[in-house]
């Protein structure tokens, strides 16, 4: 369920530099990559593959941030 996601920041300078409008196409990915994209669009529900896409992206973003830090 959604309350189960973690909060995503989008306030983070390189994700404020993404136009909204940049397209990311689900085009050419693999079998087990569109299976994914699938349940996660219909599991919240959402209407397009760029919207699933997006905050993959951001979701995975941030937990590398987690798992890698920047050093000081």
Request: aromatic residues 4%.
């Given at each position: 369920?959604?309350?189960?996601?973690?909060?995503?920041?989008?306030?983070?300078?390189?994700?404020?530099?993404i136009?909204?409008?940049?397209?990311?196409?689900?085009?050419?990915?693999?079998?087990?990559?569109?299976a994914?994209?699938?349940?996660?669009?219909?599991?919240?529900?959402?209407?397009?593959?760029?919207?699933?896409?997006r905050?993959?992206?951001?979701?995975?973003?941030?937990?590398?941030k987690?798992?890698?830090?920047?050093?000081?």
């Amino acid at each position: 369920s959604q309350k189960d996601l973690p909060a995503v920041s989008t306030t983070h300078r390189s994700l404020k530099e993404i136009p909204e409008t940049t397209p990311i196409m689900a085009e050419g990915s693999d079998p087990k990559t569109l299976a994914i994209l699938n349940e996660v669009k219909a599991n919240l529900n959402l209407s397009q593959d760029y919207e699933v896409m997006r905050m993959l992206i951001a979701l995975g973003y941030e937990r590398i941030k987690q798992l890698f830090p920047p050093k000081s």
